[in-house]
């Protein structure tokens, strides 16, 4: 017989720069959200496949490119192109929220290529405190506290 075990829920992030992802993990981790990170579409598709019955929220950025590695036509490559893998990964895990995360605002991205279609966009840079919002905003059944003390180190990050 299998013993009832309450999971915390899980959160995906996507995105090559790990400053980034280490950020976006304290920040939802101070929450009680488990946070797994990836930097290709690859290790995404995969871990969704995995766990895709825990996952909540999976936060992807629109450009996966180093910055040496920038497109050269209109029309990224799908590896690298995160607004085109969001929409997959929802499949596996329907019950997912979406947020597309850029640098780039969403009128910067449409030339370079990428099409963003998610309701739920963050500006980049973005602080700890207004990810836990948007969280609490997309999925209120979480125990989200309403304040919390933050260490001055994440506080706000630059790119």
Not at 93 to 116: D, F, N
Not at 141 to 158: G, Q
């Amino acid at each position: 017989m299998p013993i009832g075990v309450k999971l915390p829920p899980m959160a995906l992030v996507i995105d090559d720069d790990h400053d980034i992802s280490h950020m976006c993990t304290r920040a939802l981790e101070r929450v009680g959200v488990h946070v797994m990170c990836c930097d290709n579409s690859m290790k995404a598709a995969n871990l969704t496949q995995l766990y895709g019955h825990r996952i909540v929220c999976i936060l992807a950025d629109v450009v996966l490119a180093t910055p040496a590695a920038t497109p050269k036509s209109n029309s990224p490559a799908p590896e690298r192109n995160g607004a085109r893998l969001l929409p997959l990964l929802t499949y596996g895990c329907p019950s997912a929220i979406a947020v597309q995360m850029s640098a780039h605002s969403v009128a910067e991205l449409a030339p370079m290529g990428y099409e963003v279609k998610v309701p739920h966009f963050l500006q980049k840079p973005f602080t700890p405190e207004k990810l836990r919002a948007m969280l609490k905003q997309l999925l209120p059944h979480l125990n989200i506290p309403r304040s919390l003390t933050l260490p001055a180190d994440e506080v706000m990050w630059d790119l």
